[in-house]
């Protein structure tokens, strides 16, 4: 049916179209043309356009504008003149956009709004003449400028919902996401080998200023070391880590003066939004520290757009020489002979400087690492409880030595407090991934796979980009094999990737697979040569002999790993004391048996049955305890440790 010139009935859904020149914005598609011709342009150049039309031809200010384009950013003016330059570029006319001099921009030719109607076009009597009827119909939208063609009635509709529409646009500020951040290495732009270790040190004092930003995650620091050079595409970088925010730097000694330099970066358009630059004397390092904390707490939060940090201040080295030892430990990695020599540097800093918490901190977790992954047993991990300890009692705001203490809870058996500390956690910084990650790692423990999954996802979904290896382990558990090998670093290039990958492709059923894999070196992990050999059909008295040598870890959930390899190798007796050692020190391991293909060969057996049945009431220990949280006091996370 054709119409009279009437108006339509009210479109289902309608987006201004704004008409300027020869140029046209459809704000619904967020598409400009000029001269009928689409014009590709990033997104802030048509945001700051949509702003200066939403205007009505009045001067905006530079400072509406970037509030109103970088929301919660703080950007510099050459980033607002940079998207302007961008835009005038793309209209094909300088005329359009005028500068009104330290004040603002103006949009200087007739700007017409017209809404595009979605459901019924709007045409006028005269377009509908007789004659034209068979034709090709106007565009769906009435310019303001020509109020004869419709009735008074639908032009002040019209007037007012377009007026409505002004308003909302105008004061309307998109939600900045939340923050997501990754530091990179610095560069050491005087390639000077004494400095070498500040690479690492400097991302690291950042941190743990950072740290104390209400809802911000910051990606750990290895996983960002990855990206380093002049050359870094911040862009790629943020897609890889997935991340919004990022901070780089370099730093030089020039004559007796150390200069340091450092950037906040917005990858989403693969440049420099901030930039400060300080000199300290090369000698004092406390210097550094004082200006590097206090120029990222301020200048830098607020570059990143962060606003709120917890009351007490980050805490600070005060002695020279632990510091210096301290950030040289920050630049050792993690395997077994460098994690000894950042404990041999740790123990000096805390020494000298007994109250400086990030010290505490960086030595809970190398002591934690020499006692599971270096053969250092139930002493190292009581000295990473004392380090982790000292460390919460100088900075009771920071979780990190909380998620450290409970996962030693979790390892030792104390599954419902755990729990609890873990969920208290949660309340406190949803928005963390690594307390999603401790609650997985305390579910699973517990035999509550489908939650520790949960938990995992959240986790992923925070940080989506990074390997959660300990989450292989759930997803192994439930027979998502797939899933599991997809957290295992690709490149296997740690011991205990290597460990985890054997077991997925093992259950997995891929031999080819698993005989690619060498044998972890970790002390006490001899069970993997063992498996290793059974998996090659090795004679039975070599079987014997490898399987004599398994003998039960601290974690009792490798003691589970373990009991898996001996079933899988025919080892029956040795196999059910494992797997039974590991329940009994609440490991439930519950479901996960039932699953586990290794243990086929011991379903029948009855001590199986009796142990199978010790799993289950552990399980259902931990589920119908660990309900029952005890109130919620000021200092909860402090007195469920206790």
């Not at 967020?30 to 048509?46: D, I, Q």
């Not at 003691?559 to 020190?585: E, N, P, S, V, W």
Request: proline residues 7%; neutral net charge; hydrophobic residues 40%.
């Amino acid at each position: 049916m054709k119409t009279n010139g009437t108006l339509s009935q009210p479109a289902q859904s309608s987006a201004p179209l704004w008409r300027f020149g020869e140029c046209l914005f459809d704000e619904l598609r967020f598409e400009l043309r000029v001269r009928g011709v689409a014009v590709e342009l990033e997104r802030k150049p048509l945001e700051v356009l949509l702003q200066l039309l939403s205007s009505g031809g009045n001067v905006v200010r530079k400072e509406e504008l970037l509030e109103g384009v970088w929301p919660g950013v703080m950007v510099v003016d050459a980033s607002l003149a940079t998207a302007v330059s961008k835009l005038r570029k793309a209209l094909g006319d300088q005329e359009i956009i005028q500068t009104v001099s330290k004040v603002g921009y103006r949009i200087c030719v007739p700007v017409e709004i017209a809404l595009a109607a979605s459901v019924a076009p709007l045409a006028s009597s005269e377009s509908m003449s007789p004659g034209s009827q068979d034709g090709p119909q106007a565009p769906a939208a009435v310019a303001f400028r020509q109020p004869y063609a419709i009735s008074v009635w639908a032009a002040g509709l019209l007037i007012a919902a377009s007026a409505f529409v002004l308003a909302v646009r105008h004061n309307y500020r998109h939600p900045p996401a939340p923050p997501t951040l990754a530091i990179l290495p610095f560069q050491n732009v005087s390639s000077d080998p004494s400095l070498e270790y500040l690479r690492a040190a400097l991302p690291d004092q950042v941190a743990n200023t950072l740290n104390a930003a209400r809802s911000l995650t910051i990606r750990p620091l290895p996983a960002a070391a990855q990206f380093s050079g002049p050359s870094v595409n911040f862009r790629e970088a943020a897609r890889a880590l997935d991340v919004n925010r990022m901070v780089t730097g370099h730093y030089l000694r020039a004559g007796d003066q150390l200069q340091v330099t450092m950037e906040a970066v917005d990858p989403g358009e693969n440049r420099v939004v901030w930039r400060e630059t300080v000199n300290v004397p090369s000698n004092n390092l406390l210097a550094l520290q004082q200006q590097i904390a206090g120029m990222t707490r301020w200048r830098l939060a607020r570059a990143l757009g962060l606003t709120e940090f917890v009351p007490e201040a980050a805490p600070r080295a005060t002695n020279e020489e632990a510091y210096e030892l301290y950030l040289k430990s920050v630049a050792l990695d993690w395997g077994v002979e460098p994690n000894r020599q950042g404990i041999e540097l740790l123990r000096r800093t805390v020494l000298l400087d007994p109250n400086y918490a990030p010290a505490w901190g960086l030595l809970s977790l190398r002591y934690y690492t020499a006692s599971r992954f270096g053969g250092g047993g139930q002493q190292m991990l009581e000295f990473s409880d004392a380090a982790a300890e000292r460390e919460l009692a100088l900075d009771p705001d920071s979780p990190n030595p909380v998620a450290e203490l409970t996962i030693h809870r979790t390892e030792r058996g104390e599954l419902v407090k755990a729990h609890q500390t873990a969920l208290e956690l949660l309340r406190r910084r949803p928005d963390n991934p690594n307390n999603h990650h401790v609650l997985s790692y305390v579910l699973r423990y517990g035999g509550s796979l489908d939650e520790s999954a949960r938990e995992c996802d959240l986790t992923m979904l925070l940080a989506a980009k990074f390997v959660w290896g300990a989450c292989s382990t759930t997803f192994m558990e439930m027979g998502d094999y797939k899933r599991a090998r997809s957290l295992i670093r690709a490149d296997l290039s740690s011991e205990f990737s290597k460990a985890h990958a054997i077991d997925t492709y093992l259950r997995a059923g891929n031999l080819a697979e698993v005989l690619k894999i060498p044998a972890p070196t970790t002390p006490g992990w001899e069970s993997y040569q063992m498996v290793l050999a059974c998996a090659q059909r090795a004679p039975q008295p070599q079987i014997r002999a490898l399987a004599a040598n398994v003998k039960p870890d601290d974690d009792p959930e490798v003691d589970y790993f373990f009991a898996a390899h001996l079933a899988y190798c025919g080892q029956t007796g040795a196999a059910l004391h494992m797997l039974k050692l590991a329940i009994d020190r609440n490991y439930c391991s519950y479901p996960a048996m039932d699953k586990d293909p290794l243990f086929d060969r011991l379903r029948d057996h009855p001590e199986f049955m009796r142990i199978r049945a010790a799993g289950m009431m552990c399980h259902d220990y931990f589920l119908a305890n660990r309900k029952r949280a005890p109130e919620r006091s000021k200092d909860l996370l402090r007195s469920s440790l206790e």
